[in-house]
């Protein structure tokens, strides 16, 4: 389960070796807003040497490269590919044909370089109107794609809106992403807060991203992971019916119906699917071993 993203800036050695201990479920280490033109180089190598040298045991490993305009892309993605990546992010997502690019780029550094082919996934961000109108479409555009990522700072300065705490000038982007991840079946990823002081209001931004459907959120502070986890983590009493759900459904299951009655409540596959996810929620945050959820049962 991916509920916290955090971007590592590429040219910072001691946050690259950092990420190591922090918690995060999926590191992003960024080539591209973090490091200034001068520093792209340098930054490139770092991040590839991280790659190959830092151990970071179970966290997702994710890179930001350049954006497609700039000359680095190329050279981005054969870095950190070879170095191990198993995840781009790339920026400026407007549509199928950004991605189809650097789709074709990956596969023949895949295959130079000896790498099964579609082992680098793509996590497209999207931060443009144009962008959110296309989202479907790039969600749709090559089976590299795992996720939908939200860049709202970006989004509002395109729609020439204030960006608040509140979020209500992203609503309907936020509805409008979620929507075509769902659809395409991969995950959505929410926009970072961007208060690196205010673990509160983190908390509650992310508690309404989590409400809406999202799979989990972009930080740019370790300081968020916690509030970020938090938000993520079911209830108690939410953990105890979401596995009585899944027992009652097995049982339904080998008496041969499709739906059952628990705590005077209809039960059947939508409701499953939630308690599922409840579950998943649950043992990411450690709520849930093999060993208890088994006795639970």
Do not use: W
Request: glycine share 8%; aromatic share 4%; proline share 4%.
């Amino acid at each position: 389960m991916k509920r916290s993203y955090l971007f590592l800036p590429g040219n910072q050695p001691t946050m690259l070796q950092n990420g190591a201990v922090l918690p995060a479920d999926v590191l992003i280490f960024d080539l591209e807003d973090s490091v200034a033109p001068a520093e792209k180089d340098a930054a490139r190598e770092l991040v590839a040497s991280a790659l190959r040298s830092i151990d970071y045991g179970r966290r997702g490993l994710a890179v930001r490269i350049n954006d497609l305009e700039k000359l680095y892309v190329k050279k981005d993605l054969e870095a950190v590919v070879t170095a191990g990546a198993r995840s781009v992010m790339v920026p400026k997502v407007n549509g199928a044909r950004t991605l189809h690019h650097v789709a074709v780029m990956l596969d023949l550094i895949e295959e130079e370089c000896g790498i099964e082919k579609g082992r680098t996934k793509v996590i497209a961000l999207i931060e443009t109107a144009l962008g959110i109108e296309k989202a479907f479409e790039a969600a749709m555009s090559t089976p590299r794609v795992e996720a939908l990522a939200l860049g709202g700072e970006d989004l509002c300065a395109d729609l020439g809106c204030p960006r608040t705490k509140e979020g209500t000038e992203i609503f309907y982007s936020r509805s409008r992403l979620l929507l075509a991840a769902r659809a395409a079946g991969v995950d959505a990823v929410d926009t970072p807060f961007t208060d690196a002081r205010d673990e509160e209001g983190c908390y509650d931004d992310t508690v309404y991203a989590r409400d809406l459907g999202f799979d989990g959120k972009l930080s740019i502070s370790p300081h968020h992971l916690r509030p970020i986890h938090r938000a993520f983590t079911p209830t108690e009493e939410a953990v105890a019916f979401a596995l009585e759900v899944v027992d009652a459904m097995e049982r339904a299951k080998r008496e041969g119906r499709g739906a059952v009655s628990l705590r005077g409540k209809m039960i059947d596959l939508p409701v499953l699917r939630q308690a599922e996810r409840t579950l998943e929620l649950a043992r990411a945050s450690g709520m849930l071993t093999a060993e208890t959820e088994g006795a639970s049962l």
